[in-house]
Nanobody, 118 residues
Framework: QVQLVESGGGLVQPGGSLRLSCAASGFTFSNYAMSWYRQAPGKERELVAVITSSRDSTTYADSVKGRFTISRDNAKNTVYLQMNSLKPEDTAVYYC???????????WGQGTQVTVSS
């Protein structure tokens, strides 16, 4: 069974940095694209970053380009989101996600809270 477990969230001041991790299990991790989404209070969930199963293939939302970096370690079945120069508007619950076409399901982690505030 697919499991995604995020960690690394917390409280950080504007301009600070945070690194999120997502530990994956229950599928062949290296064969799947991985994504980070976020959902702020009162807003819809939005896509933040994607890393494909191909090397060095990443996509970012315009709002985080140049500040966030998504990466993966296939040996550890883990995807990361390095967040730098954080802004208050980055405050949200961040979710790790992947889609398995075989069972037509998108899987989500439980989410980890990121709060950017002074």
């Amino acid at each position: 069974q697919v499991q995604l477990v995020e960690s690394g969230g917390g409280l950080v001041q504007p301009g600070g940095s945070l690194r999120l991790s997502c530990a994956a299990s229950g599928f062949t991790f290296s064969n799947y694209a991985m994504s980070w989404y976020r959902q702020a209070p009162g807003k819809e969930r939005e896509l933040v970053a994607v890393i494909t199963s191909s090397r060095d293939s990443t996509t970012y939302a315009d709002s985080v380009k140049g500040r966030f970096t998504i990466s993966r370690d296939n040996a550890k079945n883990t995807v990361y989101l390095q967040m730098n120069s954080l802004k208050p508007e980055d405050t949200a619950v961040y979710y790790c996600s992947t889609f398995r076409s075989l069972v037509k399901l998108r899987y989500w982690g439980q989410g980890t809270q990121v709060t950017v505030s002074s």
